[in-house]
């Protein structure tokens, strides 16, 4: 299992963010908009090993200080967004549903008799 990658990013001019290792860096959004200036909650889908800042990151923000994007990282984190992801297949690390019961209609063994 793995956690879903997060970083908190600056944007300071279109087409480019500076990420948290203080490198320049190229980004695109999947609208292909650019992000206004600011601060921004970066986060990658599940299970994607890329470290690009492509159309499959999510970027919520902007804000006006790190602190403030920082706090939208804390507040997925403590609601259970950010738990562990699980490098199997969804068919597979999930359990399916278990099956609707039919109610008012008796059958199989047991069964009361039908009214007459």
């Known amino acids: 299992m793995q956690l879903r990658r ?3 990013v600056r944007v300071a001019s279109p ?5 948290s290792a203080g490198k320049a860096c190229r980004y695109t959004t999947w609208t292909g ?3 206004d200036d600011g601060y921004y909650f970066a986060l ?5 090993g890329s470290g690009q800042y492509d159309a499959r ?3 919520y923000g902007p804000t006006a200080t790190e602190a ?5 990282e804390v507040s997925a984190r403590a609601l259970g967004l950010l738990d562990k992801v699980s490098s199997l297949p969804r068919s597979v690390a999930q359990p399916k549903p278990a099956r609707r019961a039919v109610f ?5 063994a047991g069964a009361a008799p039908a009214p007459a």
């Open 6 to 8: 997060t970083e908190v």
């Open 15 to 19: 087409g480019f963010l500076v990420n």
């Open 33 to 35: 908009w650019s992000l």
């Open 44 to 48: 990658w889908p599940r299970r994607c």
């Open 57 to 59: 990151v999510r970027f």
């Open 68 to 72: 403030q994007a920082k706090f939208i």
């Open 104 to 108: 008012g209609v008796a059958s199989g």
